[in-house]
T-cell receptor
């Protein structure tokens, strides 16, 4: 099956700094990727849809200027949390849609990145 | 209205017994897909089972089966012969629209924490 990786797996940063999270499709090309945020003991909430070569589509209530998404290639999407604050501490997960011809409908999820802002 | 409702915040089951995790959904789209994911403490999202809205038979994958009752809009997950390793958070999710129709996004329920005891 398709593999999606994320880097880093965890990060601790000071308030006010920016953090970049990478999401890579390892053995396939992904023109679209999804970014989710999950607060402790809560569900996954879609933040944005990342589109290769064009602007990301953000969900209602997600600040575009705070969560910068860049999908510069067919295998890499990045999420940058700018001027991070403690309330941005969360588990961030990316995923890619199912591949045409694959026998599954599930998205392929990355392992997630745990962000802690002090 | 909630699109995916999981009414059980937590469930306990004894090893080797069967357990049912509830999920109801709300959509007016005739074409949709229903998913169950397992999320252990590590955070990774593990795909368990999928049911399409037009599928005539209930989906089964090893010890997992999906009790799909379309008229009641429910898609309960049944885990047979529970194992200690089944202890995790379980999420029900829905994709509205056909697969590959613009890469429809997933909406997740709030999850059910399952604890399997020896």
């Amino acid at each position: 099956g398709a593999v999606v990786s994320q880097h880093p797996s965890w990060v601790i940063c000071k308030s006010g700094t920016s953090v970049k999270i990478e999401c890579r499709s390892l053995d396939f090309q992904a023109t679209t990727m999804f970014w989710y945020r999950q607060f402790p003991k809560q569900s996954l909430m879609l933040m944005a849809t990342s589109n290769e070569g064009s602007k990301a589509t953000y969900e209602q209530g997600v600040e575009k200027d705070k969560f910068l998404i860049n999908h510069a290639s067919l295998t890499l999407s990045t999420l940058t949390v700018t001027s991070a604050h403690p309330e941005d501490s969360s588990f961030y997960i990316c995923s890619a849609p199912p591949l045409a011809g694959e026998g599954t409908d599930t998205q392929y999820f990355g392992p997630g990145t745990r962000l802690t802002v002090l | 209205a909630q699109k995916i409702t999981q009414t059980q915040p937590g469930m306990f089951v004894q090893e080797k017994e069967a357990v049912t995790l509830d999920c109801t959904y709300d959509t007016s789209d005739p074409s949709y897909g229903l998913f169950w994911y397992k999320q252990p403490s590590s955070g990774e999202m593990i795909f368990l089972i999928y049911q399409g809205s037009y599928d005539q038979q209930n989906a089964t994958e090893g010890r997992y089966s999906l009790n799909f009752q379309k008229a009641r809009k429910s898609a309960n997950l049944v885990i047979s012969a529970s194992q200690l390793g089944d202890s995790a958070m379980y999420f029900c999710a829905m994709r509205e629209g056909q697969r590959n129709s613009g890469y429809s996004t997933l909406t997740f329920g709030k999850g059910t924490m399952l604890l399997v005891s020896p």
